[in-house]
């Protein structure tokens, strides 16, 4: 595995050999010649020098997820929400790490 530092201290791990990119905010990884793409995007936020509550973190989370999806029950020590979305034979899995002021969110295009 190569593992990655990104922004506000979150790391990343993916495995030997592939393709690392960064896109307006977006960490992109990829393994070469295979249609397999994992997007990661890190958020932190606080207001008046206060870290914002896990809640919101989770609430900015969830709204980008489409309603249109399956919960994924996931084991994980931070708080995390996961779904499956299907779309024109794409399969997407969506997940969101948060905690006060954080949230990593994860995409996984198959």
């Not at 979150?10 to 992109?28: F, H, L, Q, T």
């Not at 999806?69 to 969101?96: D, H, M, P, Q, W």
Request: glycine share 8%; aromatic share 16%.
């Amino acid at each position: 595995m190569t593992e990655y530092k990104l922004d506000f201290g979150w790391v990343i791990s993916v495995p030997k050999g592939w393709s690392s990119e960064r896109d307006n905010g977006e960490y992109i990884f990829y393994p070469d010649g295979s249609d397999t793409t994992l997007y990661a995007a890190v958020f932190h936020a606080e207001k008046d020098g206060q870290p914002a509550d896990d809640l919101v973190m989770r609430e900015i989370f969830l709204s980008t997820v489409p309603t249109d999806n399956k919960k994924l029950a996931v084991y994980s020590k931070l708080c995390c929400e996961a779904f499956l979305i299907v779309s024109e034979g794409i399969y997407r899995i969506c997940c969101g790490f948060f905690f006060e002021g954080e949230l990593m969110s994860v995409n996984l295009y198959v």
